[in-house]
């Protein structure tokens, strides 16, 4: 059973999860609006992923006896003044992601909720991957700069980091 406060701070991360997913879908659409199919391709299916962390969180809530709460989210940026800006915000935002699981981590061992926190290292292990992944292309897109040829070939080149990181094993919390 989960405590109140557990419950509000997850409910918190739901709604941190769903507004990433917003953001982006936003970006997706901003690239895809651009021309750049592969970016966008990345986009959609980080957006995907962050819906599924949101569901992952509102089936836990729920399972342990918690009531899971579906919000008004903050409407995202929906355009930038380029891809590199853009990039940069992708880093930003899972920065301030990390942040917030690591402060649902600090609650869940205050508590002593050690489900909760067994949960979360699901979410500890996935920011990891996912700020390696927004440094790693944010500096291929730092050094590409305003070359519109660069962005062309980068633009190849995330189809195939979409491949390899879907590639990747799904983790054993459903
Ligand atoms: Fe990338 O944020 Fe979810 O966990």
Known sequence: MLSKSIEKALNKQIRIEAESSQVYLAMAVWAEVKGLEGISNFMYDQSDEEREHMLKLVKFVNERGGHAHISELNAPNVSFDSFQKMFEKLLEHEIFVSQSINELVHISLQEKDYATHNFLQWYVAEQIEEEATARTILDKINMIGD????LYLFDRDIQQLNVI????PESPVA
Do not use: E
Request: charged fraction near 25%; charge should be neutral.
């Open 147 to 150: 070359d519109k040829g660069g």
């Open 165 to 168: 990181s879907s590639a990747a």
